[in-house]
C-alpha cells in the first residue's frame, strides 16, 4: 500500500508511469471495441414531474442538506438536469 502514497518523482519514473498509464487506456479502448453495438435509447414521458405526497419521516436535517448541496434551485425546488447529455 505504501507504493501509493506521493512522493516526488524522477524524470525515469515519470515517464514509466505514463507510459504504463497509455498501455492501461489502450488495453482498455481495445477491450470496449470488442464490446458488441448497442442501440441508443431515449426514454420520452408526458411529465416532467411527480406528484407530491407524504414521504418517510427522515432526519430533520436532510432537507436542508439536500438544499444546501444542490447546484441549482427554483423557489422550493431542486432543479435537476434532464437529458443533458441527449442531443
Do not use: H
Not at 41 to 46: D, L
Amino acid at each position: 500500500m505504501s507504493s501509493y502514497l506521493w512522493k516526488k518523482l524522477s524524470d525515469e519514473e515519470r515517464k514509466k508511469l505514463e507510459n504504463e498509464a497509455r498501455e492501461l487506456i489502450l488495453a482498455f479502448g481495445d477491450e470496449i471495441e470488442k464490446l458488441p453495438n448497442m442501440p441508443e435509447s431515449v426514454v420520452e414521458r408526458e411529465k416532467d414531474t411527480r406528484e407530491e405526497r407524504e414521504g418517510a419521516v427522515c432526519d430533520s436535517d436532510f432537507r436542508n442538506l439536500m438544499f444546501k448541496n444542490a447546484p441549482n434551485k427554483k423557489d422550493d425546488c431542486i432543479v435537476a438536469e434532464k437529458g443533458g447529455w441527449v442531443r
